[in-house]
């Protein structure tokens, strides 16, 4: 069940990070993304953007790790990681959820409780 929850959340880490370089390629799809305050992302939250796929990319090599997939970081940092992410995911959850935009409150909130999910599963795994 570990090893299927960890391939669920790096699908969907793959798809934010897809939907992540549409918005720093211009993509007016800033109402789900950033407080929505923005249809076209400017040049600091797209940085912003671009952290965010390295931190996507950090966040599914951990949860694999975690699920015994990949063997790349020291045990602790994907034991201890893992539950980073969970919090993380978490507060996803009420950061989307009182979000101004209500595309963003109704896409993103959704998305990071199955990555919350997902994530308690591999961490319990």
């Not at 211009?26 to 305050?37: K, S, Y």
């Not at 953007?49 to 975690?66: D, K, W």
Request: net charge positive.
């Amino acid at each position: 069940m570990s090893a299927i929850a960890a391939l669920a959340f790096t699908a969907l880490m793959v798809a934010l990070a897809v939907f992540q370089l549409a918005l720093i390629a211009g993509a007016p799809l800033g109402h789900f993304a950033w407080g929505g305050q923005d249809r076209v992302l400017p040049a600091g939250k797209r940085v912003g953007s671009v952290v965010s796929i390295a931190l996507y990319a950090l966040f599914a090599l951990v949860v694999l790790q975690r699920a015994g997939l990949v063997e790349v970081l020291p045990g602790v940092v994907a034991d201890v990681g893992v539950w980073v992410i969970v919090a993380y995911s978490a507060l996803g959850i009420v950061m989307n959820g009182i979000s101004r935009s209500k595309p963003e409150r109704y896409t993103m909130a959704p998305v990071c409780v199955v990555l919350t999910v997902l994530s308690v599963i591999v961490a319990l795994g």
